[in-house]
């Protein structure tokens, strides 16, 4: 069903905006695909992807029909879908997964990092558990993009990157801090390679500490003035400088929780997406830190009524919002009603593309209500574990 993300060329952000769609959308019949893609090889010369979605329309149209559509009613939902399939532009700049959701309204399609297994469904709501490795969206960091001439925040997440006003708030180049032209004092810098192997200075030994207490007088203005900034919304913050800059400003900030190795790259040749997913890969052991800690809590508390692998526990404790974390059992699922007022579970031995997905309630409920789910370990998982299990929240 999914895999462990890893970076790719051609990949989509799944913004809070559109996670709220997926989540909160009620509409009949909502169809959610989920295919393997390529983003280069044979495969796309071929087309074999975009023959895959005309695999998994043809039997959407067929459940369709046996639902009791009309024709003109399928081909009103399937239309956008199968333009989509004609679209040979669009299936050149693919990912390793594609993952299509089309409302009676509207299609949204995301290219993303995990190779998903050829499937669909079909129900008044989303089906989103494939996607379960990309909503962690409150993995949240800030990155500072470090520059002499140039400063910029951002507040980031595995939905995006979204640049902070600092108009006002720090000076915008060293010339604002110091007051004169520091190109002038005969300090350089390195380029290329060099500059990757760290700090290369210039010049006289006095011109050389004096360059330096100017970089970091301006280093201490900009961390002043980002203080406020951080310190009401603290988050892990990544720098993305050449490494003498980064390491100049760890010495100098009193934020403490600057991250100790910095983005090295030339800002002026990277666009704010590539900037993105190199900080993700940066921060991606820091994120699974995060889920591992959780599992260890979830084990400590298993048996103490502070967490549960029962499905129909789970389920009750998100309607009631009591979900910390969840955890999904690897290429698992569960299929059947929950009623919410009984707390009534029934399970449907048979699924077809329109039975609904217990765990799909499960991940959708926590994630409405502010908690975390994640894909559980493979090893270690409890003894006659289910689909779900939950560290609740009390």
């Known amino acids: 069903m999914m895999t462990t993300p890893n970076t790719t060329t051609n990949r989509d952000r799944i913004s809070r905006k559109d996670l709220r769609y997926l989540t909160e959308t009620r509409e009949t019949h909502c169809i959610s695909i989920y295919l393997p893609t390529h983003a280069t090889g044979e495969e796309v010369l ?78 008044d709501s989303f089906y989103i558990v494939p996607l379960v490795p990309e909503l962690n969206g409150e993995d949240e960091f800030y990155l500072l993009s470090l520059e002499l001439e140039r400063i910029r925040l951002f507040r980031g997440s595995r939905m995006g990157l979204a640049e902070v006003d600092l108009k006002g708030k720090v000076p915008q180049q060293m010339e604002d801090r110091v007051g004169y032209d520091y190109e002038q004092k005969g300090l350089q810098f390195r380029s290329g390679h060099q500059a990757h192997e760290g700090a290369g200075y210039h010049g006289h030994a006095e011109a050389d500490r004096d360059r330096k207490n100017e970089i970091e007088r301006y280093f201490r203005s900009v961390d002043k003035g980002l203080r406020p900034i951080l310190d009401a919304d603290p988050a892990p913050m990544l720098l993305a400088s050449q490494e003498y800059l980064a390491s100049l400003y760890r010495e100098v900030t009193s934020f403490d929780q600057v991250m100790e190795e910095p983005v090295i790259t030339n800002l002026s040749e990277v666009s704010d997406s590539e900037l993105w997913e190199r900080a993700l890969a940066a921060l991606e052991p820091v994120f699974e830190q995060e889920g591992k800690e959780k599992w260890a809590r979830f084990e400590e508390f298993l048996g103490t009524g502070r967490a549960s692998a029962q499905m129909d526990r789970v389920l009750r404790a998100a309607v009631e919002g009591k979900v910390d974390t969840l955890f999904i059992a690897p290429e698992a699922e569960a299929w059947g009603t929950y009623e919410e007022e009984t707390a009534t579970l029934t399970r449907e031995e048979h699924p077809d593309a329109f039975s609904p997905s217990l765990l799909n309630k499960a991940v959708v409920l926590t994630l409405n209500q502010g908690g975390r789910v994640y894909v559980a370990p493979e090893a270690g998982l409890p003894k006659g574990a289910g689909a779900a299990m939950a560290l609740f929240r009390y």
Request: net charge positive.
């Open 46 to 123: 071929q087309g074999l992807d975009a023959q895959a979605l005309d695999v998994e329309l043809r039997k959407i149209r067929k459940a369709l029909e046996r639902a009791g559509l009309s024709t003109k009613e399928i081909d009103s939902r399937l239309s956008p879908l199968e333009a989509l399939q004609r679209d040979g532009a669009f299936w050149r700049e693919q990912s390793e997964g594609l993952a299509i959701f089309a409302s009676p309204s509207q299609v949204k399609t995301f290219r993303l990092p995990l190779a998903f297994t050829p499937s669909h469904r079909i129900s």
